[in-house]
């Protein structure tokens, strides 16, 4: 038997989404709708949106991150990630998941993101 550890070696620290579902553009619209209070730019151009997991049954899991750990908004986001998702006609659930790994940097940004902010 393999020690955990050693089969996590080499997984992305950022799980694929699942792109092929077609009702992925449409979560991906949702999640646009959802805005940093601090940034005037979506959560998903931010890089905010780690990963948007949707099961055959249309269950749809979110991991996202923050952009600091002490965002006023943590507790929040999640909730509005949800209520943002939850209406998209097809989503059977929504599960939202915060993770700091990998900590979120600049470079996650979408180039939309970074001229809109002036960092390009």
Request: aromatic share 6%; glycine share 6%.
């Amino acid at each position: 038997m393999t020690h955990p550890s050693e089969q996590l070696e080499g997984a992305p620290l950022i799980a694929p989404s699942s792109i092929e579902h077609p009702l992925y553009d449409q979560v991906v619209e949702a999640c646009r709708t959802v805005f940093d209070p601090e940034i005037p730019v979506n959560i998903y151009d931010l890089g905010l949106i780690y990963t948007i997991d949707i099961k055959d049954d249309n269950a749809v899991k979110v991991i996202m991150t923050l952009t600091a750990p002490g965002c006023p908004v943590a507790g929040d986001m999640p909730g509005w990630i949800m209520e943002a998702i939850e209406p998209v006609a097809g989503v059977k659930e929504v599960d939202v998941e915060l993770t700091w790994e990998p900590p979120w940097g600049m470079e996650m940004m979408s180039d939309e993101a970074r001229l809109e902010l002036g960092f390009m």
